[in-house]
């Protein structure tokens, strides 16, 4: 079955402080793509990020970078230099063939100044 | 450019009364649409998605339901709100057939609380 694991429900750091936020997924399809979202207090979920089954290149962006090893089957983020306007809650998602997403149960993350 | 507006933005009723939640899609055509809840504490649940006018697949028996009137409008309703029914539900489309692969628009959401 199909499932996404995010293990960390809350994480404050300090802005300026490195954070990773954990994502462990199941699938038994050989091809899927994995998404991050950010939900900002509005509510509203913004796409960060998708990764492909057969790219395991890790990728940068700005603060942003994603480390996808399929190994550990895992999907993780990285903010570096935190900052105040990072505080959201943080989705990891995974599609296979079925088309649908499953999402984990995202992870709260507090930047404090 | 496409957008998808959703509402209301909040919403408070109560236990036994109907519910109607809109969510239009704007600048593309014959999008797949889907609503999915989000319960306090719990990640995001698919309820319902559509790949065309009058087509409703249901993820979760539950006391909702859903409809799709005209290419770009999805409502989702009640006939009689429970408690249980208390969450954030959001509107997505992505562009078919495999559209979902490059990811969801969401709307703005519709923060629901049943008292």
């Known amino acids: 079955a199909q499932k996404v694991t995010q293990a960390q429900t809350e994480i404050s750091v300090v802005e300026k402080e490195d954070v990773t936020l954990d994502c462990v997924y199941e699938t038994r399809d050989t091809t899927y793509y994995l998404f991050w979202y950010k939900q900002p207090p509005s509510g509203e979920l913004v796409f960060l990020i998708r990764?492909?089954?057969?790219?395991?290149q890790n990728e940068i962006s700005g603060r942003y970078s994603w480390n996808f090893q399929k190994s550990t089957s895992s999907f993780n983020f990285t903010i570096t230099a935190s900052q105040v306007v990072d505080s959201a809650v943080y989705f990891c998602?995974?599609?296979?063939?079925?088309?649908?997403?499953?999402f984990g149960t995202g992870t709260r993350l507090k930047v404090l100044a | 450019s496409q957008t998808i507006h959703q509402w209301p933005a909040t919403l408070v009723q109560p236990v036994g009364s109907p519910l109607s939640l809109e969510c239009t899609v704007e600048g593309t055509s014959n999008p797949n649409l889907y609503w999915y809840r989000q319960a306090a504490g719990r990640g995001l649940q698919l309820l319902f998605y559509?790949?065309?006018?009058?087509?409703i697949s249901s993820e979760v028996p539950q006391n909702l339901s859903a409809s799709r009137p005209q290419d770009r409008q999805f409502i989702l309703s009640s006939k009689k709100l429970l408690l249980s029914d208390s969450g954030f539900y959001l509107c997505a489309w992505s562009v078919p057939p495999t559209g979902a692969r490059d990811g969801y628009t969401f709307g703005s959401g519709t923060r629901l609380t049943v008292v």
């Open positions: 998602a995974l599609i296979d063939g079925t088309y649908k997403y499953i």
């Open positions: 990764r492909n089954s057969f790219d395991e």
């Open positions: 559509s790949v065309g006018i009058g087509q």
